[in-house]
C-alpha cells in the first residue's frame, strides 16, 4: 500500500533547472510532455538525533524536482556552501525527467556509508518506473553532508523498484 502524506505539488522552488548538460549521469529519458504534471514536486522529512551540533532540533532534508532534475536540499552545509544538490550526481542515474520525488527514513543498512546510524531513502517516479537510492546522512559520532562536488558518495547507486500495479 502507498502513503504519500507529505508529497504536494507547488508553484515554483527558486531553483534553476538544468544542469542536466554537464551530469554524466541521469535516471531514464525524458517523458513526453503529456506524461509530465507541469510543476516541480517538494517532499520533506525530519531526522532527529543527528550529532551535534545539530542534535537538539530535527534537521529537515527537503527533495524536488525543477525541469524534471532532482534536487535534495542539505541545510547543514556551511554558509557560502551550495545546500541544494542535484541528484543526477548519484551514480547509476541516466539523466531523465523525474516526474514526482519523495523522501523518508532510509535503511541504514543500504547506505555506502560505514556505520551509517541515520539515512534518507529517496524515491524518484520517471515515464519509464520508479527508481530509489538510500543516502547516508550520519554515522556513529558525525555528520555526513552531501558533498557539493563530484559524485554524490553518500548515496547508494539508482536502482529501479519492482514494477507492478499497487
Same mark, same amino acid.
Given at each position: 500500500m502507498w502513503a504519500v502524506a507529505t508529497t504536494v505539488a507547488c508553484g515554483?522552488?527558486?531553483l534553476s533547472g538544468s544542469m542536466a548538460a554537464d551530469a554524466d549521469t541521469a535516471m531514464t529519458k525524458a517523458a513526453p510532455a503529456g506524461q509530465q504534471d507541469g510543476e516541480p514536486w517538494l517532499d520533506t522529512y525530519g531526522v532527529a538525533g543527528l550529532p551535534a551540533?545539530?542534535?537538539? %532540533?530535527?534537521?529537515?532534508?527537503?527533495?524536488? &524536482? %525543477?525541469?524534471?532534475?532532482p534536487w535534495?536540499?542539505?541545510p547543514r552545509e556551511p554558509s557560502g556552501q551550495?545546500?541544494?544538490q542535484n541528484l543526477r550526481r548519484v551514480p547509476g542515474s541516466q539523466g531523465g525527467n523525474v516526474i514526482n520525488i519523495s523522501v523518508a527514513q532510509g535503511d541504514n543498512s543500504l547506505s555506502p556509508v560505514v556505520g551509517t546510524t541515520q539515512s534518507l531513502?529517496?524515491?524518484?517516479? &520517471?515515464?519509464?518506473?520508479?527508481f530509489? &537510492?538510500? /543516502?547516508?546522512?550520519?554515522?556513529?559520532g558525525m555528520n555526513t553532508v552531501f558533498p557539493t562536488a563530484g559524485s554524490l558518495t %553518500? /548515496?547508494?547507486?539508482?536502482?529501479?523498484m519492482p514494477s507492478s500495479t499497487p
Open positions: 515554483a522552488v527558486g551540533p545539530f542534535a537538539l %532540533n530535527p534537521v529537515v532534508f527537503t527533495v524536488t &524536482t %525543477n525541469g524534471g532534475v535534495v536540499y542539505d551550495p545546500r541544494w531513502k529517496i524515491t524518484a517516479r &520517471t515515464g519509464s518506473g520508479l530509489s &537510492t538510500t /543516502c547516508g546522512i550520519a554515522a556513529v %553518500n /548515496c547508494s547507486a539508482w536502482a529501479a
